[in-house]
């Protein structure tokens, strides 16, 4: 089955929201979620490392498009959040829409939102 989001609004659809290889992060229906821009395109990934909850702000975006984690420097792709320093994890991303009215964000649904 195909995945369902729930689509929410972060901004006017001109906001760039984030500088490109920086790291800005929003509050999205609740949940605080990193965004970065890497070749001017606009992604989206979780707040906490998947390995041991580091902030992935306060790390950087690297030259390939992976951002680093401050605390023990693991690599995920700001694509699919693969984890692209080998050591297995995986990074959450969130899909990213350009529409006319603004910029959304999408967030899975889960059975309790049906
Ligand atoms: S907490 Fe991010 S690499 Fe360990």
Request: aromatic share 16%.
């Amino acid at each position: 089955m195909s995945k369902q989001y729930n689509w929410y609004r972060l901004t006017d659809a001109d906001d760039p929201v984030v500088a490109e290889q920086a790291i800005a992060v929003y509050e999205v229906h609740g949940k605080k979620i990193c965004f970065s821009r890497f070749g001017g395109q606009l992604y989206a990934f979780a707040y906490k490392c998947p390995h041991a909850g580091g902030l992935l702000a306060e790390g950087f975006i690297d030259g390939q498009g992976n951002v680093v984690c401050p605390l023990h420097r693991y690599r995920f792709s700001l694509r699919n959040g693969y984890n692209s320093s080998g050591e297995g994890f995986y990074l959450k991303t969130y899909p990213i829409e350009m529409r006319e009215d603004g910029i959304f964000v999408g967030m899975e649904k889960s059975w309790l939102s049906w």
